[in-house]
């Protein structure tokens, strides 16, 4: 990667291709980028075999009342997206965090002067890997949960290249939301600590109670709307509304941590 920290003068379209080809390199340089590649495959191995055994389990064992019957595969991948996801999310908070922990974000911010660009030259990396990332999950959780679930398991071929695609969009957008997060809290622990309250423990506590007030606002967030897009829910909205709604809230991300690097010295 070039040391040259001169400002980027050339016309706005060349410079925003020039900070993506940058944001590119310092992702694949990094070895923590293969470890967490490598943890979020080795996740998905793991929860999309136990959870086909359990499907399998339930249907074989002595108690007719847990019997599921036939089960997709994308049910099965939908499900371990639930765990999967943390360490697919640690790659695009630590597109932003760990530049700020080791002080290279004052380089990043000098080759590309304008924080707007540079954290779209971000977001749009740790989409496209995390998106890219997500086709091989899926992939791989499919190849996994087939054979274990044996005569107890449907593998259309159409259902499941769609869930696939709706793993990797939602972990494309989860982790854009991540790297907003991440550059207007700046700390990868306090990132990773409200990104596991918005996408779980918050949505959860409001729908213990089961009051439907509380019910309807946690619908909206980004977790329980990301859910109900991937299993292409009816009620209480539509799959596609749920989509919209993750990805309001990962643009919002962003327009906070353009904020908060507009508002703040690197």
């Given at each position: 990667?070039?040391?040259?920290?001169?400002?980027?003068?050339?016309?706005?379209?060349?410079?925003?291709?020039?900070?993506v080809?940058?944001?590119?390199?310092?992702?694949?340089?990094?070895?923590?980028?293969?470890?967490?590649?490598?943890?979020?495959?080795l996740?998905?191995?793991?929860?999309?075999?136990?959870?086909?055994?359990?499907?399998?389990?339930?249907?074989?064992?002595?108690?007719?009342?847990?019997?599921?019957?036939?089960?997709?595969v994308g049910?099965?991948?939908?499900?371990?997206?639930?765990?999967?996801?943390?360490?697919?999310?640690?790659?695009?908070?630590?597109?932003?965090?760990?530049?700020?922990?080791?002080?290279?974000?004052?380089?990043?911010?000098?080759?590309?002067?304008?924080?707007?660009?540079?954290?779209?030259?971000?977001?749009?990396?740790?989409?496209a890997?995390?998106?890219?990332?997500?086709?091989?999950?899926?992939?791989?959780?499919?190849?996994?949960?087939?054979?274990?679930?044996?005569?107890?398991?449907?593998?259309?071929?159409?259902?499941?290249?769609?869930?696939?695609?709706?793993?990797?969009?939602?972990?494309?957008?989860?982790?854009?939301?991540?790297?907003?997060?991440?550059?207007?809290?700046?700390?990868?622990?306090?990132?990773?600590?409200?990104?596991?309250?918005?996408?779980?423990?918050?949505?959860?506590?409001?729908?213990?109670?089961?009051?439907a007030?509380?019910?309807?606002?946690?619908?909206?967030?980004?977790?329980?709307?990301?859910?109900?897009?991937?299993?292409g829910?009816?009620?209480?909205?539509?799959?596609?509304?749920?989509?919209?709604?993750?990805?309001?809230?990962?643009?919002?991300a962003?327009?906070?941590?353009?904020?908060?690097?507009?508002?703040?010295?690197?």
């Open positions: 990667m070039s040391t040259d920290t001169r400002p980027d003068t050339r016309p706005a379209p060349a410079a925003l291709r020039g900070a080809a940058a944001e590119w390199t310092k992702l694949f340089s990094v070895r923590t980028t293969w470890w967490t590649a490598l943890a979020a495959l996740l998905m191995v793991a929860s999309a075999g136990q959870l086909a055994i359990y499907a399998a389990n339930d249907n074989t064992n002595d108690d007719p009342l847990d019997d599921r019957g036939i089960v997709t049910s099965v991948l939908i499900g371990s997206v639930e765990l999967t996801q943390y360490a697919v999310l640690a790659l695009g908070l630590l597109a932003i965090t760990a530049e700020f922990t080791s002080g290279t974000i004052r380089t990043t911010l000098q080759c590309t002067p304008s924080r707007g660009r540079a954290l779209l030259a971000k977001a749009a990396v740790a989409g890997v995390t998106f890219a990332l997500g086709l091989l999950l899926g992939t791989v959780g499919a190849l996994v949960a087939r054979p274990v679930l044996g005569e107890w398991g449907s593998a259309p071929i159409a259902g499941t290249i769609g869930d696939i695609a709706a793993v990797a969009t939602y972990l494309a957008l989860v982790g854009v939301f991540a790297l907003g997060l991440g550059t207007a809290l700046r700390s990868a622990v306090l990132t990773l600590t409200v990104l596991f309250a918005t996408l779980m423990i918050v949505p959860l506590s409001l729908q213990q109670p089961d009051i007030v509380l019910n309807r606002i946690a619908d909206v967030f980004p977790g329980v709307a990301g859910g109900h897009f991937l299993a829910d009816t009620e209480p909205y539509p799959g596609a509304v749920g989509l919209l709604l993750l990805a309001g809230w990962a643009g919002a962003l327009l906070l941590g353009r904020a908060a690097l507009r508002r703040r010295d690197a």
